[in-house]
């Protein structure tokens, strides 16, 4: 037995004099320590920042708005919602749960368990970052930088205003188009108005009035498929007119904008 | 003169390779055993011996001094088996098994008195073979290498109440063939 014993000893002992076999140097380890810890934080930028960067979107698509325009706009609310961040978010969220569980502070936990808890560190630091941040400057941040993937991502996204709906006060009626200001973005957007759109208010609507207006892409153009009243600026004059009925049809278009 | 593991390790750390020998020596008889219960049905364990040693020797540098050793180590034959198991195409323990995606009860660490833990050992040495593997080897840490749940734990890269919940469902199992076999005594 013991003659095994040092069969065995001896054997790897040979091994390392002989084939040279030589310890992996401690920089190694710290270097894939730090290369591993620098990715996972990363990563965790990158979670907040595509967090940060749906909530924008979210706000100037007007996804909270929606709600209130019934089930029949379910399908559009549901393509309003930017599936390809959120995909792109899931991606990197699986990555960084990946990555914290390689290290040794996560291995007594459940899987279920640290992916919850990254869940609410990343739910709750995008809280603070809203609450701190209302101008939504981080989730601004690609505008401004010269990095080319996040320009693209934002003006890819941003621009998508057939996407959504878009909150703004008239700026311009007539009688085939709205053009709305739109208040968080501060541009102007046209929207061209057919016998199909539904207009959801209690009187005219007329110049200063805030409207919420969903509307898609078709030939060119930004066609409103509903446009409803908000609030009127002219809130004591609204109330003593009487109300109109619900839906008024503008004429049928017969041109471009 | 004697020299305690956390010496001979730090001696390693330095370049001594005969140090290592100190290492090997002490740990030899119990990685065998393990790998030998663990891979029951091959002949290659001193080849899987020799690369578990010579990964440690390589990756020492690694090894944080203020842990405890041998979890360090059986990881590093966990690992090894689990290579061998996987080259030769037979089923091991997913990434993503149930057991360790859902949260459990921390399971208290039992006191089995030792005659019972002898009995035990018996029984899962009766129907090793029969285990499936992401029991057999918590059973062996546990019965047979003297493991305690946190290095369990730690080897197995998995949560503390995962490891009690396996060794009851994995004493289950045992009784449960032994029971289908008629050879079932009271554990």
């Known amino acids: 037995m013991t003659q095994t014993k040092q069969t065995i000893e001896e054997k790897i002992l040979n091994q390392i004099r002989e084939h040279n076999i030589k310890q992996k140097p401690k920089w190694q380890f710290v270097l894939h320590t730090f290369f591993l810890s620098t990715i996972t934080l990363v990563a965790l930028l990158l979670t907040l920042y595509l967090v940060a960067f749906i909530s924008l979107i979210s706000d100037e698509h007007e996804l909270i708005n929606m709600f209130g325009l019934g089930p029949q706009f379910t399908l559009v609310f549901l393509k309003a919602i930017p599936w390809m961040l959120i995909g792109l978010l899931v991606v990197i969220f699986i990555i960084l749960q990946i990555l914290i569980r390689y290290f040794s502070f996560a291995y007594t936990r459940s899987v279920l368990v640290t992916l919850a808890a990254t869940f609410l560190v990343i739910v709750c630091s995008n809280l603070i970052l809203v609450t701190l941040d209302p101008r939504h400057n981080i989730a601004r941040f690609g505008e401004r930088s010269n990095i080319p993937v996040l320009r693209e991502m934002h003006s890819t996204f941003r621009n998508e205003k057939q996407r959504g709906a878009i909150r703004g006060v008239i700026a311009d009626i007539s009688n085939t188009t709205y053009t709305v200001e739109t208040i968080k973005g501060s541009t102007t957007v046209t929207f061209l108005i057919t016998p199909s759109t539904r207009i959801l208010s209690q009187e005219n609507l007329k110049l200063g009035d805030v409207v919420l207006v969903v509307a898609s892409q078709a030939e060119g153009f930004l066609q409103a498929s509903v446009v409803r009243n908000e609030i009127s600026r002219n809130t004591k004059d609204a109330k003593t007119k009487t109300p109109l009925p619900r839906e008024i049809r503008p004429r049928p278009v017969d041109g471009n904008i | ?187």
């Open chain 2, 1 to 187: 003169m004697e020299v305690s593991e956390s010496e001979a390790i730090q001696q390693v750390q330095n370049g001594d390779v005969n140090a290592f020998a100190f290492l090997v020596h002490s740990y030899e008889a119990r990685i065998t055993r393990y790998l030998k219960k663990f891979l029951y049905q091959t002949e290659d364990i001193e080849d899987i011996l020799q690369d578990v040693f010579l990964k440690a020797y390589m990756h020492i540098q690694s090894f944080d001094r203020t842990h405890s050793f041998s979890p360090w180590l059986y990881r590093i034959a966990h690992n090894e088996a689990i290579n061998f198991l996987k080259k030769n195409k037979i089923k091991t323990v997913s990434l993503f098994d149930v057991d360790t995606l859902f949260p459990h009860p921390i399971a208290a660490e039992q006191s089995d008195i030792e005659s019972e833990r002898e009995l035990i050992k018996k029984s899962i040495d009766t129907v090793l073979t029969d285990i499936d593997i992401k029991y057999r080897e918590i059973l062996l840490l546990y019965f047979y290498e003297d493991l305690s749940y946190k290095e369990i734990a730690q080897t197995l890269q998995m949560p503390v109440a995962t490891v009690g919940v396996r060794i009851q469902r994995g004493k289950k199992q045992v009784e449960d063939i032994l029971r289908k076999k008629g050879l079932y005594t009271e554990l």
